[in-house]
């Protein structure tokens, strides 16, 4: 099973915003709203920071928002600080009660 | 607070068995779906399997060699590996599953290198 495709890296300076790209098919992203957005701390687990497209769990900071159109899912943070730098990954549902996840972008803050 | 800890992680042969075990609290895992997601040595997230009270899903590219498991009493779950491969070598975490397919706790992960 491919995974979605995510840039493999971006950057942005502190302040900033920055856009993180996920592109599926209409097998997943393009038919459902069941896209989340994880960050992760190298040797770190996982952290949910969206969900269902564009909800924030409590206590995620809204700096960062998600959104959808056709087959593209995004992950916007805005005012970039230090503490963002990190690897997200997006993961979706997909048909036939199958989870994929993309293949991460690692953001840097320069 | 929810807490995951994962164990059962180790050195194994290709073509060996393991058996990890996800140790829950702080919520009502009898009603809770679960999950499991691994992680190769600097790679991406892949799903593994998740399970609920009526059903067990798997990536089909496991299917027939993984099993997974739950036990309401002892509030744990559990991931059966058969025939290993290299290619299986990861950090295997287990998860909470949330609205949306999403996984909204992670446990640290434990560590399982298929390796002769």
């Known amino acids: 099973q491919s995974a979605l495709t995510q840039p493999a890296s971006v950057s942005g300076s502190p302040g900033q915003s920055i856009t993180i790209s996920c592109t599926g098919t209409s097998s997943d992203v393009g038919n459902y709203n069941s896209v989340s957005w994880y960050q992760q701390y190298p040797g770190k687990a996982p952290k949910l920071l969206i969900y269902?497209?564009?909800n924030r769990p409590s206590g995620v900071s809204s700096r960062f928002s998600g959104s959808k159109s056709g087959n593209t899912a995004s992950l916007t943070i805005s005012g970039l600080q230090a503490e963002d730098e990190a690897n997200y990954y997006c993961?979706?549902?997909?048909?036939?009660?199958?989870?994929?996840f993309g293949g991460g972008t690692k953001l840097t803050v320069l | 607070e929810v807490q995951l800890v994962e164990s059962g992680g180790g050195l194994v042969k290709p073509g060996g068995s393991l058996r990890l075990s996800c140790a829950a609290s702080g919520f009502v895992f009898s009603t809770t779906s679960m999950s499991w997601v691994r992680q190769a040595p600097g790679k991406g997230l892949e799903w593994v399997s998740s399970?609920?009270?009526?059903?067990?899903i798997y990536a089909d590219s496991l299917k027939g060699r993984f099993s997974v498991s739950r036990d309401t009493a002892k509030s744990s779950l559990y991931l059966q590996m058969d025939s290993l491969r290299a290619e299986d070598t990861a950090v295997y975490y287990c998860a909470t599953d949330n609205s949306g397919w999403s996984r909204n706790n992670w446990g640290q992960g434990t560590l399982v290198i298929v390796s002769s």
């Open positions: 993961s979706s549902y997909r048909n036939s009660d199958t989870l994929v």
């Open positions: 269902e497209v564009s």
């Open positions: 399970i609920s009270n009526y059903r067990s």
